[in-house]
């Protein structure tokens, strides 16, 4: 079993719908990372956290300690949103990442 | 543009050949992470160091591979005898405070092993 899992694997949605991604690890961490990657393989961070909610525009991201637990979710969803998303966790404060196999979202017009 | 560079980002050598692939951060920063991907995967730690000090090696790291980091800012990852197997995109990423604690990835170097 991996440590980091994220469902689903594959999202399909079409334009404007709200969208969350799901991802959960079994070890304990120091923080938890959402990175977006599209095709050509550049990887980007959206967001760390370790406690609570973020928000940055149409993306919000939560996490759950206790449950080992986070979400990522897209208000509004656009074409442009459509990229590979990965859950990536850390064990402690600046160390190697873990990362989830990828929720490949595509969003259609 | 995450000022992270690497070079090449294409590779296509033939089986039994060595490459040797570059990461260079722009910013001040002290850790630096070499990350492997294959299709349809989420990237796999492979090594980082700290400043000059190689401090974590993967076992995916077989002896073929090494990792250098000379003064502290740019980074080597060189490949002996390559395999198909080592066919991948290899990620370099850094963790700087400059920009807030998160990593910051190049854009990868993608090798093809014929």
């Known amino acids: 079993k991996n440590e980091v899992e994220q469902s689903p694997q594959n999202l399909t949605a079409q334009e404007g719908e709200f969208i969350t991604i799901n991802c959960s690890y079994s070890?304990?961490?120091?923080?938890l990372h959402w990175l977006q990657q599209h095709p050509g393989g550049g990887i980007v961070s959206l967001f760390m956290l370790s406690s609570g909610k973020k928000k940055h525009g149409r993306l919000i991201a939560t996490i759950n300690i206790q449950e080992k637990h986070s979400s990522l979710h897209i208000t509004a969803s656009h074409p442009r949103d459509s990229a590979v998303y990965i859950c990536?966790?850390?064990?402690?404060?600046?160390?190697?990442?873990?990362f989830g196999t990828g929720t490949r979202l595509a969003v259609r017009p | 543009d995450t000022g992270v560079s690497q070079d090449p980002r294409h590779k296509i050598t033939k089986r039994g050949q060595n490459v040797t692939f570059r990461c260079d951060p722009i910013s001040e920063h002290n850790r630096l992470y070499w990350y492997r991907q294959t299709l349809g995967q989420g990237p796999e730690f492979l090594t980082y160091?700290?400043?000059?000090?190689?401090?974590?090696k993967s076992r995916l790291l077989s002896d073929r591979f090494s990792a250098e980091r000379p003064k502290g800012s740019f980074s080597t990852l060189e490949i002996q005898r390559t395999e198909q197997g080592d066919s991948a995109m290899y990620l370099c990423?850094?963790?700087?405070?400059?920009?807030?604690?998160?990593?910051?990835f190049g854009p990868g170097t993608r090798l093809l092993v014929l």
């Open positions: 160091f700290q400043n000059e000090a190689q401090l974590e």
């Open positions: 990423a850094i963790n700087t405070k400059v920009w807030g604690e998160t990593q910051y």
């Open positions: 070890v304990g961490i120091s923080a």
């Open positions: 990536a966790v850390e064990t402690s404060s600046g160390d190697k990442l873990t």
